[in-house]
């Protein structure tokens, strides 16, 4: 070690890191532990403090950070608690593959392990829950480790990364080392470009379907926008259909006439059929999730899989493929439109043209349709309503998790990639607003807008007072149907209609609770008024709740029970007595 | 397309760094995702790089298997995994201290088929015998089964370590 006067402390020392890292916005809360943080964070002022009021919402709000903007969010809490209100965030992030790095206080290293007060053992408790956790036991470590750190999240298959920092390492000084670029790690080399022989095997493959199906995930977007690009590219190439999943809306234009919408147990009835239908399916960055594959054994059983996934652990995981191809979308994508103009592959345009036909049919079964009627506003009609508002603006949207998120993903359409933030693997209600306060950090001027329902908001309310603070003009766009509206949809499907404990009792007025933080609260419960609301909404340049009182009764369509097969659909409310949901399926969640 | 449902033991070495808390990942990750272990052996091997070679035997279907494989070869500090049991021939060997009590004819008779099986004795008192054993976990099992009828008080397995026949290292 360098002489006393040119050594900096951890504290600076991390900060330093930080700044060289390229961040701009940490997403925190304070605590004893990591003080000496707080204390460099206010002698700088390059890097932003966002102070949320939940640690769980500093998670969310990185997540939203970094969906919107493909950089990685930056989370700092303290030690003990502080850690385990992370947690859920942790995993939300990890199971949607969102690149965060979490910095945790921890007691002094002589302390640890005596249960101090606020000790945890964070990395013990977060090791099933990120990519990879640290925890940093000198200061000569600490600047290497949050380069690496950075390293892991960003690179292949992207993930939460968790430095557990004790507060004696903080304090004491060491010189600063820069990160090295390129960064060479010893072990962690992700495969990011595929083998060519796979490429050209495929596209053999891909040219000589008669019933082809693209079905396109997550890690399009995780691949930056460029692979969309090259996603909507090769698309068009071959003219066939393309399905997206929840993660993948926006990667290919919804408006497109060669989209199916959605696919999975919520999705369109045309995307679905011709999943089951499909003689070759071409999955570009999806995992084949149980939402989406239902019952196993009978999912697209005819069907040659190829299956592109930088994760060589995604590949049959639930689903065995003919083809796997290990590697970035964005290369993969990059490599197979070079093959197929190089190919010219002849294909059966007699056979695609019987394909869409027989598309055309399932599409005009139009299973997304629903009753509006003068008393009452439908779920879907406020959806529908909402997007015509604002699709002609700079929008983003996220959302909580039940029956309004799915009917977002169902009647919001989405033409570019990271636009659509929503906690897809873990379904973790309270993930819509703090994330909308990442989204609308990164992009100051957006109109940005959390779809939520009354049950999902009441999980993150606090954070009313971090958008007041930071004046953020986020919109909280309330469902209001007064139950955990999915899970009453199955406590009627598959419970006798026992509505056990899913009636929310007791919720707040959502207006007087927006009036007291600050925000502007609206309410309405008129469909001949709801367009008004929308405009009012937007205009108003401050955090806005409307409470949109909504059809109580409104269940989510089309739907696959757990357990049944893609052709098993339920599309409406009549369909249903048709099609009890076996035991087998009960048990599936 | 359905995948074979055949389970089978899999021999599997791990080359991982030698840091705090990687065999916690590692057990973590066959628990957290339901896989089994049916042994698990773990010591440094290289101290000037800080390597520790990690070997497992675990049974699955050919789909678990794979994944196992994957999962592993997932975890950010793993270096290299092999499944010895699928890339050609190998050998396993396992070490046993097995601690018999008794005397007269029951004594003798341990002696003697430790000598059969080629188990040393390690420590001696006139009425017990600890004996080293050494070889596949089948005939260190076989070498127990026969010490139960003969005084068997203890026992203590290693678990397998394994390697690839050949000139040719993980």
Request: glycine share 8%; charged share 25%; hydrophobic share 40%.
């Amino acid at each position: 070690m360098k002489p006393e006067e040119s050594a900096t402390t951890g504290a600076d020392l991390l900060v330093k890191a930080l700044i060289d890292e390229e961040v701009e916005v940490v997403f925190g809360y304070p605590g004893g532990a990591v003080l000496p943080i707080y204390d460099s964070l206010f002698k700088q002022n390059r890097l932003r403090h966002i102070l949320v009021r939940h640690e769980q919402a500093a998670v969310h709000a990185a997540e939203g950070y970094a969906r919107s903007t493909g950089k990685v969010g930056v989370v700092l809490v303290t030690s003990g608690p502080g850690a385990t209100n992370a947690v859920t965030g942790l995993t939300d992030a990890l199971m949607d593959s969102v690149p965060i790095i979490c910095l945790t206080g921890q007691v002094p290293t002589h302390l640890i392990g005596n249960d101090a007060f606020q000790e945890a053992d964070t990395t013990g408790i977060t090791r099933p829950c990120t990519k990879h956790n640290y925890l940093v036991k000198a200061v000569g470590d600490l600047a290497r480790t949050v380069h690496e750190a950075f390293y892991v999240a960003r690179s292949g298959r992207p993930g939460p990364v968790v430095i557990d920092l004790p507060k004696d390492v903080l304090m004491n000084k060491h010189d600063y080392t820069a990160p090295k670029k390129p960064v060479q790690h010893k072990s962690y080399r992700p495969q990011v470009k595929p083998e060519l022989k796979k490429v050209e095997e495929a596209i053999e493959l891909i040219g000589s379907a008669k019933r082809p199906v693209f079905y396109a995930g997550g890690g399009i977007v995780n691949a930056g926008p460029k692979a969309s690009k090259l996603l909507t590219q090769f698309v068009h190439m071959t003219g066939y259909p393309i399905t997206n999943t929840l993660m993948g809306l926006g990667t290919f234009p919804a408006s497109d006439k060669q989209f199916l919408g959605m696919l999975g147990m919520h999705g369109t009835y045309e995307a679905n059929l011709a999943m089951y239908h499909c003689d070759v399916m071409i999955n570009i960055g999806a995992r084949f999730d149980d939402r989406i594959t239902g019952k196993l054994t009978e999912f697209s059983p005819k069907s040659k899989k190829i299956h592109v996934d930088i994760d060589p652990s995604s590949i049959n995981k639930n689903v065995r493929v003919d083809l796997p191809i290990v590697g970035d979308a964005g290369h993969v994508l990059e490599d197979m439109i070079r093959v197929w103009k190089a190919r010219q592959p002849k294909v059966d345009h007699k056979a695609l043209k019987a394909w869409w036909a027989e598309i055309d049919k399932w599409r005009s079964r139009n299973c997304l349709a629903y009753k509006q009627d003068k008393e009452t506003i439908k779920p879907q009609y406020a959806l529908e309503r909402l997007y015509h508002h604002i699709k002609n603006r700079d929008h983003y949207i996220t959302t909580e998790v039940g029956q309004h998120q799915m009917w977002a993903a169902q009647f919001l359409k989405f033409e570019q990639p990271n636009r659509w933030m929503t906690s897809g693997g873990l379904g973790t209600m309270g993930y819509g607003f703090p994330s909308a306060m990442g989204v609308q950090i990164a992009h100051p001027d957006a109109l940005v807008i959390d779809v939520a329902g009354e049950a999902s908001i009441m999980m993150n309310i606090q954070e009313l007072s971090t958008v007041a603070q930071y004046r953020l003009p986020v919109k909280i766009f309330i469902l209001n149907n007064q139950y955990m509206g999915m899970v009453r949809q199955w406590q009627e499907l598959l419970h006798g209609g026992r509505y056990s404990e899913s009636y929310m009792e007791s919720l707040p007025d959502f207006v007087k609770l927006a009036e007291a933080f600050g925000a502007v609260g609206l309410r309405c419960h008129d469909p001949a008024k709801l367009d008004d609301t929308i405009k009012q909404m937007i205009d108003i340049k401050k955090p806005v709740v409307v409470d949109v009182l909504v059809d109580k009764a409104e269940n989510c369509f089309p739907m696959i029970p757990s357990g049944a097969a893609h052709y098993d659909m339920l599309l409406g409310p009549d369909d249903r007595a048709a099609k009890p949901v076996s035991e087998e399926g009960m048990v599936l969640v | 397309m359905s995948a074979p449902q055949t389970t089978s033991s899999h021999t599997i070495s791990v080359l991982v760094d030698n840091e705090p808390g990687i065999l916690a990942r590692v057990v973590g990750l066959f628990s957290g995702r339901g896989y089994n272990i049916e042994s698990l052996t773990v010591a440094e091997t290289d101290a000037k790089e800080n390597l520790s070679r990690i070997t497992i035997v675990t049974a699955g279907t050919p789909m678990v298997i794979e994944q196992i494989k994957a999962q592993l070869d997932r975890l950010v500090p793993v270096h290299k995994v092999r499944d010895l049991t699928v890339e050609g021939p190998h050998i396993e060997r396992e070490l046993a201290l097995v601690k018999v009590k008794g005397t007269g004819d029951k004594r003798v008779e341990a002696l003697r088929l430790a000598d059969v099986f080629r188990a040393k004795v390690i420590d001696a008192k006139t009425d017990s015998f600890v004996f080293e054993v050494t070889g596949t976990s089948d005939k260190v099992r076989t070498f127990v089964g026969l010490m139960e009828g003969l005084g068997l008080v203890e026992l203590g397995r290693t678990g397998i370590v394994a390697m690839s026949r050949g000139g040719e290292a993980l």
